[in-house]
């Protein structure tokens, strides 16, 4: 099975960035899709975004422009740059991972990262 470990999160001050790590290990050949999820005290958690095997990457608008997924796939991580960063952009953030196992498909989530935007 993958296993997912996310580091980089923290405070930081509004306007500021940081960037996200998430190292997989495990049954790293069957990871299809990566990917960043958030989530704020009292809210559900959403996509911030995704990015394929082949580097193909996806957001929700409200992400672009401040969000950044890559991948290092000889690494096996996954980063978030997250530039500008809001008071509202507070949250746990989690890396996912969709992997294809003899069942067929599951999701794996990391355990998470505080992010927190404060002066």
């Known amino acids: 099975q993958v296993q997912l470990v996310e580091s980089g999160g923290g405070l930081v001050q509004p306007g500021g960035s940081l960037r996200l790590s998430c190292a997989a290990s495990?049954?790293?050949?069957?990871?299809?899709?990566m990917g960043w999820y958030r989530q704020a005290p009292g809210k559900q958690r959403e996509l911030v975004a995704t990015?394929?095997?082949?580097?193909?990457?996806n957001s929700p608008a409200s992400m672009e422009g401040r969000f950044t997924i890559s991948r290092d796939n000889a690494k096996n991580t996954v980063y978030l740059q997250m530039n500008s960063l809001k008071p509202e952009d507070t949250a746990v953030y989690y890396c996912?991972?969709?992997?294809?196992?003899?069942?067929?498909?599951?999701?794996?989530w990391g355990q998470g990262t505080q992010v927190t935007v404060s002066s």
């Open positions: 996912y991972a969709n992997e294809a196992y003899y069942l067929g498909l599951r999701g794996v």
């Open positions: 495990g049954n790293i050949a069957g990871i299809n899709g």
């Open positions: 990015i394929t095997r082949g580097g193909v990457r």
